[in-house]
Every structure is written in C-alpha cells, then in structure tokens.
Nanobody, 119 residues
Framework: VQLQASGGGLVQAGGSLRLSCAAS????????MGWYRQAPGKQRELVAT??????NYADSVKGRFTVSRDNAKNTVYLQMNTLKPEDTAVYYC???????????????WGRGTLVTVSS
C-alpha cells in the first residue's frame, strides 16, 4: 500500500490549507485513515483520524481542522482553517488496511508534506 500526500505549503496565520492523501496498490479494505504531524524537535503526534464516519481530533485542532474521507477514491482529506504558527510541521497520513481478506490489518505511512504557517 502506498500513500501519496499533497497540499502542503506556506500560508499566513489565519489562513487555510487542504491536504489530500490517496492510498494505492493492493488494498482489500481500509479500516481507518488519519493524519499525524511532527514539528522540528518534537515527537510525531496525532492530528485527526477517521474510522468509517467517526472522526477523532487532537484537542489542539478541534474546531479548526476537519478530516474527511472518500471511500471510492481511498483518499483522506484534512481541511485546516484558522492556521497558527504552532501548526507548522510535516504532516503524515496513514491508513490501517488489509491487503487480502485473510490478512492482518497493518498500518501504512506516507512520506509527509510540509506545512509552514508564518506569523
């Protein structure tokens, strides 16, 4: 399973960005998809995940970010509004998926896309 993230870039504080991440390859079923981020000198942290129609958010992004999923396209989106300089990080997408009906659910990661928010 390969994950390709896009949509990162440079934005001023208060602005918006939309990240996309498409999963491709041999996929039998996707259990969940999500976004994590890693700021310089910090550990990777959860941003948002979506399992079925149930979304889960980090407290720091609640009310500003929205995660959504297009099951037909195996794609997850992250709409980020009211961005803050502390949102600056490399954003990684992941998916928990099976590659066959009898296989285990494994976690796959994309390479990440950089989001920079200037003050």
């Amino acid at each position: 399973v390969q994950l390709q993230a896009s949509g990162g870039g440079l934005v001023q504080a208060g602005g918006s960005l939309r990240l996309s991440c498409a999963a491709s390859g041999t996929i039998f079923s996707i259990y969940s998809m999500g976004w994590y981020r890693q700021a310089p000198g910090k550990q990777r942290e959860l941003v948002a995940t979506i399992t079925g129609s149930i979304a889960n958010y980090a407290d720091s992004v609640k009310g500003r970010f929205t995660v959504s999923r297009d099951n037909a396209k195996n794609t997850v989106y992250l709409q980020m509004n009211t961005l803050k300089p502390e949102d600056t990080a490399v954003y990684y997408c992941n998916t928990a998926a099976r590659i066959s009906w009898s296989g285990n659910v494994n976690l796959y990661w994309g390479r990440g896309t950089l989001v920079t928010v200037s003050s």
